[in-house]
């Protein structure tokens, strides 16, 4: 519990903002666009992005393809994304980590089936318990492989929706230990309407009623209502477009969700946070008014004129054959004790 809230207290820590706001409507291309620049600029040797282990590869690779851009266009000594996908996938021995390396190869193009030889849907759907009807016993990550099964075509049990149901906290949020927050909310929101839940739903109104009420004055979410944070805003935005909210209608004395965004991002693309990289990772998505799931699936595009277009990798674009134009944690490493809740997103 101690290390939970360290993590969310450094997330809520942000810098001032060098960019103006702007009460344009989703998406925000150009913005989106150069927050990839960011994320550019942390690839590895291997071909992984940001350092931290493989689950913020994985939202690297999720928040290219969200700006519209190919991943398999980054390359850095050799190495691209597809290359650190098969190098870890055997690595995703648990359901949540599964699940994110499984978006992760829709994104590249992948065959989630056979990533090295890993099958990641089925160790990700392998790990369903029929008695309590989760795929985890933590309702983040439960809800991370709902999420990715629904995308990848596998409909989920309904137990894992009454898991999610069950779940639910008397003022309509999700969350640890019996306190409730933005971030899970809003992934257990994703996965009730990728599991085919109505928006109209009682669970889903509740759990928007519990976001709404959590809004800081500043348009943005955290932890604490009163110090909102990059990440927890990227999540919930993305939660809104998912169940088919219009997130700037989420305005709060002049400011929504997507100015408050917009109004953190710095000069060189990135977002403030406890990690600039995760924040990064999180934001890009939602100014390019995805959701964490349909991320993976935007359709690519050249860049806005002026901006950054990729080189070519030099080892192959990672593609499945006959694949070329489709859909296009726990395993991480921890550095410090504030990191260990970031794991749920992360690779989780």
Do not use: C
């Not at 994320?39 to 992984?48: A, E, F, K, S």
């Not at 709060?252 to 100015?259: A, E, L």
């Not at 192959?316 to 809740?341: E, F, I, S, Y």
Request: glycine share 12%; hydrophobic share 45%; no cysteine.
């Amino acid at each position: 519990m101690l290390l939970r809230l360290v993590f969310f207290m450094a997330a809520a820590i942000v810098a001032a903002p060098l960019l103006g706001v702007s009460a344009a409507p989703l998406p925000q291309r150009p913005a989106a666009v150069l927050g990839v620049e960011y994320i550019r600029g942390t690839q590895q040797p291997d071909g992984g992005f940001g350092g931290f282990g493989p689950g913020q590869s994985m939202d690297a690779i999720y928040a290219i393809r969200a700006a519209g851009l190919d991943p398999n266009d980054f390359a850095r000594d050799g190495k691209t994304p597809a290359d650190y996908l098969r190098s870890v996938a055997p690595e995703a021995t648990d359901a949540g980590p599964a699940a994110k390396a499984a978006l992760a190869a829709r994104a590249l193009g992948m065959d989630a089936r056979d990533v090295g030889g890993v099958d990641l849907v089925a160790v990700a759907a392998a790990a369903f318990d029929e008695e309590t009807g989760g795929y985890a016993s933590d309702v983040f990550t439960h809800s991370i492989v709902v999420v990715a099964l629904t995308r990848l075509g596998i409909p989920a049990p309904t137990e894992a929706i009454l898991f999610l149901r069950d779940a639910q906290e008397d003022n309509g949020g999700w969350g640890f230990d019996g306190m409730s927050d933005a971030d899970t909310t809003a992934i257990a929101l994703q996965a009730l309407t990728g599991a085919g839940v109505p928006a109209a739903d009682s669970t889903i109104a509740a759990g928007i009623g519990y976001l709404r009420a959590q809004q800081g004055l500043d348009g943005g979410w955290g932890f604490d209502p009163e110090e909102s944070n990059a990440s927890s805003t990227a999540y919930v935005v993305q939660a809104l477009i998912a169940v088919g909210e219009d997130p700037s209608s989420y305005d709060v004395n002049g400011v929504d969700p997507i100015d408050y965004l917009l109004g953190l991002q710095q000069a060189d693309g990135s977002f403030p946070g406890f990690d600039p990289a995760y924040a990064t990772n999180q934001a890009v998505p939602a100014l390019a008014g995805r959701s964490f799931g349909s991320a993976v699936e935007t359709p690519i595009s050249p860049p806005p004129p002026g901006q950054f277009a990729p080189a070519p990798p030099n080892t192959g674009t990672g593609l499945a054959a006959g694949d070329a134009a489709g859909h296009a944690g726990l395993a991480t490493l921890l550095v410090t004790a504030g990191l260990l809740a970031a794991t749920r997103r992360r690779f989780a």
